[in-house]
């Protein structure tokens, strides 16, 4: 039963992933212009623009021969080289890799940081209503805002700088942990009224103890998922910080990609994200399931 479902759940991350790229190879030639123009654009020339020009691009092939080169390139683990550029696209995306990681796993290790102090807080009651409100706040403010206020306040320090990175991760941070501490707060106050915990206070065991070693984890648990997605969301770039604190992550070139139509940037962009999504969610999916008794015991 286990291969089964793991054969199907291979399959269904497959599927998911060809969707993608499907989608975003014809997405990316619906919108108007193409990468040869835009490079005229951007250097601000002035010459007429020639449909011939895109022969050596193989641009001037029919999409479905496009299409079907590209799959076949794909299949051989070739994703092609940077119309705008003329670098391979995995080079591309392994050079503006590293500072992503950098940004995500410091944003992930402030968000940690922000989740335990909500929870400490949390095992007193009363100050739930006023974690709920800061969170509440916290999911509702786009990232542009409050990053354009810490910018306000700090400034923009040096993309080099350690300042840098902890003022955008900060930024990050602040609206992931928001998005996980909301749920989990709801679990924390659904599982207070569970038998095993009712049964725990009943055996004398200390408060404390009942929060973090019986409430905690199994409220923690069945958010695995939308850790998972969470993680996806900050290792596949974010747009909007990388721009504010002018960071060259992979979310920059995404955008850069696209104003440009360097379709296969785009291409391999868009496979990378949709595999680092499947594969979290795959990673999250047996570690949020739940036992028989519908919790476990720390």
């Not at 968000?111 to 009363?126: G, H, L």
């Not at 659904?190 to 038998?195: G, K, P, T």
């Not at 974010?238 to 696209?258: A, K, N, Q, W």
């Amino acid at each position: 039963m286990r291969v089964t479902t793991l054969a199907a759940r291979t399959a269904y991350a497959l599927a998911t992933i060809a969707v993608a790229v499907t989608v975003a190879f014809v997405g990316i030639r619906v919108l108007p212009g193409n990468a040869l123009r835009a490079q005229q654009v951007e250097s601000g020339s002035n010459a007429v623009f020639q449909p011939a020009d895109d022969a050596y691009a193989d641009l001037n092939e029919p999409v479905v021969i496009q299409y079907v080169t590209y799959i076949g390139r794909l299949m051989r683990g070739d994703l092609g080289v940077s119309l705008y550029s003329g670098r391979s696209v995995l080079e591309l995306i392994g050079e503006r890799l590293s500072s992503t990681v950098i940004l995500a796993s410091m944003s992930l290790l402030l968000t940690t940081v922000w989740i335990m102090i909500a929870a400490a807080c949390a095992s007193v009651p009363r100050l739930r209503p006023a974690i709920d409100l800061v969170c509440v706040v916290g999911s509702a403010a786009p990232t542009f805002i409050t990053g354009t206020l810490a910018i306000a306040v700090l400034g923009v320090p040096s993309p080099s700088s350690v300042e840098n990175v902890v003022t955008a991760a900060a930024v990050l941070s602040l609206y992931v942990a928001a998005t996980i501490v909301i749920p989990l707060l709801a679990n924390i106050v659904d599982l207070e009224r569970r038998s095993f915990v009712t049964t725990a206070h009943g055996k004398g065991l200390p408060p404390r103890r009942v929060f973090w070693i019986h409430i905690m984890p199994n409220a923690i648990r069945p958010l695995m998922g939308l850790i998972a997605v969470q993680i996806g969301f900050l290792l596949s770039g974010t747009v909007v910080t990388e721009v504010l604190f002018t960071r060259g992550g992979i979310g920059r070139l995404m955008i850069d990609s696209v104003m440009r139509r360097d379709y296969p940037v785009v291409q391999g962009l868009v496979l990378y994200v949709a595999s680092l999504y499947v594969i979290a969610q795959m990673i999250a999916r047996p570690l949020s399931g739940r036992g028989e008794s519908g919790h476990f015991d720390a």
